[in-house]
């Protein structure tokens, strides 16, 4: 099958060498980036906090919530007033610093919302429960405007309540963990869908775009051909679970081991939630017969994923 980057241990220990803490680097005139030390196997170096703007910014996934990282947010913004702060969804990653930067700059914080507890309480994976934006943004809402004009765009799959935010005058696009350039993005259910994961890569692709600025990992310097990539990815994935189904390959720590290498426990994890997510689309199309319901081994969410 085509070869795309998926999260490895290789790939995050490359870019964790790379990385500069608490530095600040400019990735565009106005557009600064401020890398969180929050590496693991799923996030790469750490979650990638944006600061957006000149007079006045936007600060766009303030990522956890420790005090050398909103510290050093704090100081690239400097002296500029902060118009909003932005979460891409409410991941542990991502969201809860948007608290303390809240209570430091005076801004309100924006994103999809909050899942209600029911829908919470489907997953283990790690949520910021805590996290309710001032303002609950609608896909397609515009915020700001003039050069630095953001539009909220709804893109479900890795998470129900994942937003990427485009720059309506730049042509780029914060791609949040939907498209990410260093590793493919995890899909678990039940909060996680691959039919929606696909349907917002359609959304994305529908804009002309000059760069995106995933939460983890450098700058996507071609966007079209990332999506293109990823979406081939998960095409040949899928035909990779529906093999293995046909030959009553069925559980999906089994169809793991025969379609994918070099993975630690976690990412092991991972996969088997994709792998879900994969027979889901499979069954929930109803293009094959459904295997009998003991034939079927779910295996629970994973622990986290970013
Ligand atoms: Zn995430």
Redesign the pocket.
Known sequence: MKTIATPSPIAAKKLCADANYGSVSEVSPGIIVVLAENPKDYTGPGTNTYIVGDEQVWIIDPGPSCDQHVCAVMAAVGERAVAGILVT?T?M??SPGAAPLKQLTGAKTYGFGALSAEVMALTDEEVDVDFVPDLALSDGQTLGDGAWQITALHTPG??PNHMCYRLENKGMIFSG?HVMGWSTTAIIPPLGNLKEYLEGLDKLARYPTSAMLPSHGPVIESPAKRISDVRDHRMARHKQVEACVRRGVRAPSAIVEEIYTDLTPLLIEAAKGCVEAHLEMLFGDSVHEQPARNDFVPTGAASS??
């Open positions: 969804h991941h990653d991502h890795h998470f963990d994923f970013a």
